[in-house]
């Protein structure tokens, strides 16, 4: 895949996403997907706190976890629960077993617990294709559950799909559902119709383009009113030597600009202001996932709930906004060596081009005159003025970071009193036990980020121009 037509291309895949017949009123969300697949994986409590700090208010869980549900009770947020794939044989073949489901994970909830949503299974057409004939049943079980309940208006049914259910991607006009799959979609379009409920796809363009206009796709079927959803987007911060594309600038570039054009409706220049609400691929990296390393970097935190990143939301609202809460700041250790720590000083005001100016004598950060104190105040400038970004706040292992405001009287602190998630790039990295900390920005990668931000505009262009 070229990085020049793929590193923003979320712009083209929501051009090309322009299948709903919602309200240009109705606001779109962007919600996070919380997978569990970490080592250190924080508590409920913990991963709630992270929630409201980051005034995340639409989750998608894989499960139906009851601790994590009873923690977010009364939170008010939105969740989306899930049957896994491997109970959905059981589930599609008997009500019972549906309604039981459904009592056990929805109504032992609800209303203290905001579920909105019920997610039957994953990719169930393109991964698990023996249970494809009883998809449609399990969704119809779970929703009589539901109606028998009266939760049917609050609580909607969806699966989400592999976009690659779509064939023949160009134009989009042309676009099709695999025809071998008419069986299932065809009710199962007609499921979503009458309940009003979404169809949901899980779009990757980090491994494949988005091959599709599944507007077109369902007008095939004659369905040309059920609102799309994203449940899956996102791209990798880290990859191996042989993912060089799954890196910090193109996982913030491409999940930054996706928020920003969910959150503002912008829609398309064809069908202006149609909400296309979006689940980001996720809110932890997994470390415990098998596979390649970017298969373990896809989230916007670690575990301990740090960012990978730093989100440029400008203009865009405060949602997801990871660089202006859970406030961190990095200091220097105290059980250092003081020369290690002097040479760290010395560098930050050197080649790391900190502001050190307060430091100076009868300047705000003079007092204490130590040695800790004053590479503490250069350290957090280098910090925030980095972005907070992963590997700049080790200075060969003297430096750390804490969640406490180290300001002291006069002298305030570069991250005290919120951050401003700016990069130089005329700054080097902070000297590092790791000489390929993922902190390390290419002075080039703002050129090439435009550059192909004008390519895939041509592209819009072009494709928008010739429906």
């Not at 250190?40 to 994590?68: C, E, G, N, W, Y």
């Not at 039957?120 to 929703?143: C, D, Q, R, Y």
């Not at 250092?336 to 100016?357: F, I, S």
């Not at 969640?403 to 570069?414: A, L």
Request: hydrophobic fraction near 40%; glycine fraction near 6%.
């Amino acid at each position: 895949m070229e990085i020049m037509s793929s590193v923003c291309l979320l712009l083209l895949l929501l051009s090309l996403l322009v299948a709903s017949a919602l309200s240009a009123n109705e606001e779109a969300f962007v919600g996070v997907n919380i997978g569990t697949d970490v080592s250190d994986m924080p508590s409920p409590t913990q991963v709630v706190a992270l929630l409201k700090a980051q005034r995340i208010h639409h989750v998608r869980l894989f499960d139906a976890d009851q601790a994590m549900l009873l923690a977010l009770a009364n939170t008010g947020i939105h969740v989306t629960v899930s049957v896994p794939n491997d109970q959905l044989l059981g589930i599609g073949q008997s009500n019972s077993t549906a309604a039981n489901w459904v009592s056990r994970n929805v109504l032992s909830h609800v209303p203290a617990t905001n579920i909105t949503a019920i997610a039957i299974g994953s990719e169930v057409l393109t991964t698990l294709p023996n249970a494809a004939p009883v998809l449609v049943s399990a969704m119809k079980f779970i929703h009589s559950a539901l109606v028998a309940a009266n939760l049917d208006s609050k609580i909607k049914v969806s699966t989400p799909h592999s976009s690659s259910i779509v064939l023949d991607w160009f134009p989009p006009s042309q676009a099709f559902f695999n025809r071998s799959l008419d069986p299932v979609m065809v009710p199962l379009l007609n499921f979503l119709k009458d309940t009003g409920s979404h169809l949901m796809l899980n779009v990757y363009p980090y491994y494949n383009y988005m091959k599709s206009d599944a507007y077109f796709s369902m007008s095939y079927l004659n369905f040309t009113n059920i609102p799309i959803m994203v449940t899956e987007s996102g791209w990798p911060s880290k990859g191996d030597s042989s993912e060089p594309d799954a890196s910090l600038d193109n996982a913030n570039t491409y999940n930054s600009n996706l928020i920003k054009h969910v959150l503002n409706n912008t829609g398309t220049p064809k069908h202006p202001g149609i909400a296309v609400s979006t689940y980001i691929y996720e809110l932890y990296n997994e470390d415990l996932r098998p596979g390649s390393i970017s298969e373990k970097n896809w989230g916007l935190f670690d575990s301990s709930g740090m960012p990978v990143y730093t989100l440029h939301l400008t203009g865009s609202g405060m949602v997801l906004a990871n660089y202006n809460t859970n406030q961190t700041y990095c200091v220097a250790k105290e059980n250092a060596e003081k020369k290690m720590v002097q040479a760290a000083l010395d560098w930050a005001c050197g080649p790391g081009k900190v502001d050190c100016t307060p430091l100076l004598q009868e300047n705000p950060c003079y007092e204490p005159n130590t040695v800790i104190a004053h590479a503490s105040y250069a350290f957090d400038a280098y910090y925030h003025k980095m972005g907070m970004a992963d590997g700049t706040c080790d200075f060969n292992g003297v430096a750390r970071v804490t969640t406490s405001d180290p300001s002291n009287g006069s002298c305030i602190y570069p991250g005290s009193g919120g951050r401003n998630g700016t990069f130089k790039n005329s700054s080097p990295l902070a000297p590092s036990s790791n000489t390929t900390a993922s902190g390390c920005h290419s002075q080039y990668s703002n050129d090439r980020i435009f550059f192909s931000s004008f390519i895939v505009g041509l592209i819009i262009f072009w494709t928008v121009v010739s429906l």
